[in-house]
T-cell receptor, first 114, second 117 residues
Framework: AQSVSQHNHHVILSEAASLELGCNYS??????LFWYVQYPGQHLQLLLK??????LVKGIKGFEAEFIKSKFSFNLRKPSVQWSDTAEYFC????????????FGAGTRLAVHP | GAVVSQHPSRVICKSGTSVKIECRSLDFQATTMFWYRQFPKQSLMLMAT?????????EQGVEKDKFLINHASLTLSTLTVTSAHPEDSSFYICSARDSQGANYEQYFGPGTRLTVT
């Protein structure tokens, strides 16, 4: 069965610091990978996704993620965070099967201090 | 952009009663919708996959007789929590997949917070 692990449960940064959130998945076949963000009181929004091609994926709001197949990883990065990036971040994977079920990681709560 | 709504956003009910939660895709058609449950400070757990015009597919450990899912149209899926108990209190989130979309993106609703007293 697929699973997703996010290593950091709670991250606290100052504005302008760099961010990297880890995500590893377990599945031997072809996968589609996603990062979602949930701002306080809001619904989940897609930050970026990887299906195939260039393993370095750029998303909205300056976020990017790199797919490293050999490490089963899809880490999220942002060179300089802002206070408005305070949110919960979820990594998710699906196998591209008929229903495209998403399996989510536990989430990382990011707090950015001014 | 694709918008998914849920109603109600918040509901409080007494133990033993049933509660229906609606999930609607507002500007697109969705043959497939998903229902998730999120406990405080935890991730989303997929409960079931809802397909328009057919029976839902439940994940292992989810009681299909307790969590009734109906996907009667291309824009509406409902989740009914039957004979609710306090342990059913949770945040329920739906998502919908655009039937016309060429990718695998799901669009999420804002969630429904259920409290069973």
């Amino acid at each position: 069965a697929q699973s997703v692990s996010q290593h950091n449960h709670h991250v606290i940064l100052s504005e302008a610091a760099s961010l990297e959130l880890g995500c590893n998945y377990s599945y031997g076949g072809t996968v589609n990978l996603f990062w979602y963000v949930q701002y306080p009181g809001q619904h989940l929004q897609l930050l970026l996704k990887y299906f195939s091609g260039d393993p370095l994926v750029k998303g909205i709001k300056g976020f990017e993620a790199e797919f490293i197949k050999s490490k089963f990883s899809f880490n999220l990065r942002k060179p300089s965070v802002q206070w408005s990036d305070t949110a919960e971040y979820f990594c998710a994977v699906n196998d591209g099967g008929g229903y495209n079920k998403l399996i989510f990681g536990a989430g990382t709560r990011l707090a950015v201090h001014p | 952009g694709a918008v998914v709504s849920q109603h109600p956003s918040r509901v409080i009910c007494k133990s033993g009663t049933s509660v229906k939660i609606e999930c609607r895709s507002l500007d697109f058609q969705a043959t497939t919708m998903f229902w998730y449950r999120q406990f405080p400070k935890q991730s989303l757990m997929l409960m079931a996959t809802s397909n328009e015009g057919s029976k839902a597919t439940y994940e292992q450990g989810v009681e299909k007789d307790k969590f009734l899912i109906n996907h009667a149209s291309l824009t509406l899926s409902t989740l009914t929590v039957t004979s609710a108990h306090p342990e059913d209190s949770s945040f329920y989130i739906c998502s919908a997949r655009d039937s016309q979309g060429a990718n695998y993106e799901q669009y999420f609703g804002p969630g429904t917070r259920l409290t069973v007293t």
